[in-house]
Structure formats: C-alpha cells, structure tokens
C-alpha cells in the first residue's frame, strides 16, 4: 500500500481494547470537526462528525469528545477489530462556509492479535 | 469500492512538465473535492466544484487548476511541475455542496505523482 506517513505517531492495543485517539485542533471559531480512517493504499473514509454546539457525539462504535476550552478533540473505538488498524485524521473546518476542511497530522492505529 | 474513479493510478513525470489528473465522482454526486496528500504537509484541500461551478478553494497554488465538466467529471491540472509537487492527489464526491453526516464524502483510489 502507499505510505501515508512513516513518522506518524502510532497507537498500540491489544484486539477487543478500546482505543483513544487523540487531536489538538488549531482555530478557536471551527465549529465543525470530522474524524477520517485510511487504510494503506485508500482514500480517507469519513467516520463521524461533530458540531461545536455538542461535546459528545456516538456512532456505531466510535464515539467523539469535543473540548472547546483547551481545543482538543477524541475518537474513542470500543472493542478495537483488526480492521481498525489505520491512519485516523481529524479535521476542522477553517471557514466560514465550512469546506477548507484543516487536517491533523494522523495517528497510526495498530491492532495486535 | 467507493464508486469514484480517478485515473491515472500513478503518474511519473520531470520538473517543469504539466499533468492532467481525472476524476469521475459516484453517480449522482453533484460535488468534486481535490486533495493533496504529501508525507511533509500532511492531508491538504485544493479545492471544490459543485455541479460546475468552484465552490470553496484551500491550499491550491497558482500552477494549479481545476475544473467540472457538465457530465460532472473532474480534472486537476498541475503546470510546472517541481519535486516538491509529489505526492497522492485524491479527489471525493458528495451529493450536496456541504459535507456532513447527511451528505458524506467518498473518496476515490488516488493518484500517486511523482516528480523527477
């Protein structure tokens, strides 16, 4: 698959742990934030989103945590497969309109059998 | 499989050079998004076209150009190439103009440039 960074920081867990994901966003006025998964050798695959008008948002699995005041947001992956293992971004919206989408430098999730 | 399409897989060219990256969006989707994915700058937007017309533009450098055919079909052009131009281009269709939940984005294979 194609190298998507080969200094990314990398998270460890054992299958069936849960994970934690961690992002320091730049833009006190974002309002909008979108956790992306890429799987060596594919494009970016939206997972879950959140508005600045919540803290916590939950899908299937995944739920992410929105903390304005130090600007800081989570993914956390509960029972963590090993088709979670992936280059996770998350991404804020850096205008007005929302579509300049600003995105972290990843995390490489690593599921050990 | 996403359903985007973009051609070619990968690309290898000189500096100086200009290339033409192809983009055929899911049936339906209305909205063509370019990315640039360097292993120095990350994950970058370059820009946005919704039925036609540039919606939202990013990082996208004056060498660079886009464009949204009426059949919906993308194509991003890259003119004097240099080295630091490598990198994985992708590009992603929506239905809306606006990506959200409701209107989640689906990104194609990429293309792989390089720079010589």
């Known amino acids: 698959g194609e190298s998507v960074g080969l200094h990314l920081p990398t998270l460890s867990v054992q299958e069936g742990d849960n994970s934690i994901i961690n992002c320091a966003y730049s833009?006190?006025?974002?309002?909008?934030f979108i956790w992306y998964k890429q799987e060596s050798g594919k494009g970016p695959q939206f997972i879950i989103d959140?508005?600045?008008?919540?803290d916590k948002r939950q899908g299937q699995r995944v739920t992410v945590l929105l903390n304005k005041t130090v600007k800081h947001l989570s993914l956390q992956i509960a029972a963590t497969q090993p088709g979670d293992s992936a280059v996770y971004f998350c991404?804020?919206?850096?205008?007005?309109?929302?579509?300049?989408?600003?995105f972290g430098p990843g995390t490489r999730l690593s599921v050990l059998p | 499989d996403s359903g985007v399409t973009q051609t070619p897989k990968h690309l290898i060219t000189a500096t100086g050079q200009r290339v033409t990256l192809r983009c055929s969006p899911r049936?339906?989707?209305?909205?063509v998004y370019w990315y640039q994915q360097s292993l120095d700058q990350g994950l970058q937007f370059l820009i946005q076209?919704?039925?036609?017309?540039?919606?939202a533009k990013g990082n996208i450098l004056e060498r660079f150009s886009a464009q949204q055919f009426p059949d919906l079909h993308s194509e991003l052009n890259l003119s004097s190439l240099e080295l630091g131009d490598s990198a994985l281009y992708f590009c992603?269709?929506?239905?809306?103009?606006?990506?959200?939940?409701?209107?989640?984005?689906?990104f194609g294979p990429g293309t792989r440039l390089t720079v010589l």
């Open positions: 992603a269709s929506s239905v809306g103009g606006r990506v959200s939940s409701y209107n989640e984005q689906f």
């Open positions: 833009n006190s006025a974002s309002d909008y």
């Open positions: 959140i508005r600045s008008n919540m």
């Open positions: 991404a804020e919206n850096g205008d007005n309109y929302g579509q300049n989408f600003v």
């Open positions: 049936s339906g989707d209305l909205s």
């Open positions: 076209y919704y039925n036609g017309e540039e919606r």
